[in-house]
Nanobody, 124 residues
Framework: QVQLVESGGGLVQAGGSLRLSCAASGRTFSSYAMGWFRQAPGKERESVAAISWTGGSTDYADSVKGRFTISRDNAKNTVYLQMNSLKPEDTAVYYC?????????????????WGQGTQVTVSS
């Protein structure tokens, strides 16, 4: 079992930056693919970014490419999402997820464990 706790959300003006963190419990963090998803009101949950077990591979949604960066520190059992040049359309609850079956994944059904989410609000 893995517990995931997100932090770092908040209110920011358009053009600003935030860094989300997701701390994972357990001693096998380095064997999990990790991902960040978001869900805005009335919309489906969508993949934002994903990173492989070792951090050697990453994947991004087209809407965030060039603005967001996913990274992980396996020594700290933590995955990060650096968000720059934020836009009002980035407003959502952001969730991190951990998966054991795939080296990297952008489909939510491929993840086994989820955090509770952290709210990100970008004002115009």
């Amino acid at each position: 079992q893995v517990q995931l706790v997100e932090s770092g959300g908040g209110l920011v003006q358009a053009g600003g930056s935030l860094r989300l963190s997701c701390a994972a419990s357990g001693r096998t963090f380095s064997s999990y693919a990790m991902g960040w998803f978001r869900q805005a009101p009335g919309k489906e949950r969508e993949s934002v970014a994903a990173i492989s077990w070792t951090g050697g591979s990453t994947d991004y949604a087209d809407s965030v490419k060039g603005r967001f960066t996913i990274s992980r520190d396996n020594a700290k059992n933590t995955v990060y999402l650096q968000m720059n040049s934020l836009k009002p359309e980035d407003t959502a609850v952001y969730y991190c997820a951990a998966g054991t079956k795939y080296s990297i994944a952008t489909i939510n059904t491929r993840y086994d464990f989820w955090g509770q989410g952290t709210q990100v609000t970008v004002s115009s």
